[in-house]
């Protein structure tokens, strides 16, 4: 059943658009990997704060607050550029165990996020204690670490 949806979507007007115009999917590509660099980013200048290793003299509030903002359009440019870039090769994915490895875990990072890293950040982090803002840091760059790698090994994998 699942394999019918992805051989829809790659039949789909779209997915036809991602496949045969030329360099279509590269320009898409160089968009999603843009909003990778902005996601990741944010990532790693809220976690690296949390962790005291860069900027000491800013409130890691003001940072994690920030960061937050920026992550989502992050967030947003590589949803909306990954769909188009999956229906382009959509059977090719379906079959790639580092798209599902990625898919896994985004959701998990996405989930972790909006669920746990920033309803308990929305807190004065002088009130929390210091072990839990290493712990939530070193979670954060864990999961969007394997979702950058994973996502990058599809295409060595194919």
Same mark, same amino acid.
Request: hydrophobic share 55%.
């Given at each position: 059943?699942?394999?019918?949806?992805?051989?829809?979507?790659?039949?789909?007007?779209?997915?036809?658009?991602?496949?045969?115009?030329?360099?279509?999917?590269?320009?898409?590509?160089? /968009?999603? %990997?843009?909003? +990778?660099? @902005?996601? =990741?980013?944010?990532? #790693? *200048?809220?976690?690296?704060?949390?962790?005291?290793?860069?900027?000491?003299?800013?409130?890691?509030?003001?940072?994690?607050?920030?960061?937050?903002?920026?992550?989502? /359009?992050? %967030?947003?440019? +590589?949803? @909306?550029? =990954?769909?188009?870039? #999956? *229906?382009?090769?959509?059977?090719?994915?379906?079959?790639?165990?580092?798209?599902?490895?990625?898919?896994?875990?985004?959701?998990?990072?996405?989930?972790?996020?909006?669920?746990?890293?920033?309803? +308990?950040?929305?807190?004065?982090?002088?009130? #929390?204690?210091?072990?839990?803002?290493?712990?939530?840091?070193?979670?954060?760059?864990?999961?969007?670490?394997?979702?950058?790698?994973?996502?990058?090994?599809?295409?060595?994998?194919?």
């Amino acid at each position: 059943m699942l394999l019918s949806f992805f051989e829809w979507l790659e039949a789909s007007s779209l997915g036809v658009f991602m496949k045969d115009l030329p360099a279509t999917f590269a320009v898409v590509e160089a /968009v999603h %990997l843009m909003g +990778l660099a @902005l996601l =990741g980013g944010t990532v #790693l *200048a809220q976690d690296l704060r949390l962790l005291n290793v860069i900027m000491r003299d800013v409130p890691s509030n003001v940072v994690t607050e920030q960061g937050h903002r920026w992550f989502k /359009v992050g %967030l947003w440019i +590589l949803l @909306l550029t =990954g769909v188009p870039m #999956l *229906a382009g090769v959509a059977t090719k994915c379906y079959h790639n165990p580092f798209y599902w490895t990625k898919m896994i875990a985004l959701a998990v990072g996405i989930l972790f996020v909006f669920t746990l890293k920033q309803p +308990l950040l929305r807190a004065d982090h002088a009130t #929390l204690k210091p072990a839990t803002l290493k712990l939530m840091a070193l979670a954060s760059m864990s999961v969007w670490f394997l979702v950058a790698a994973s996502g990058r090994w599809i295409g060595f994998s194919g």
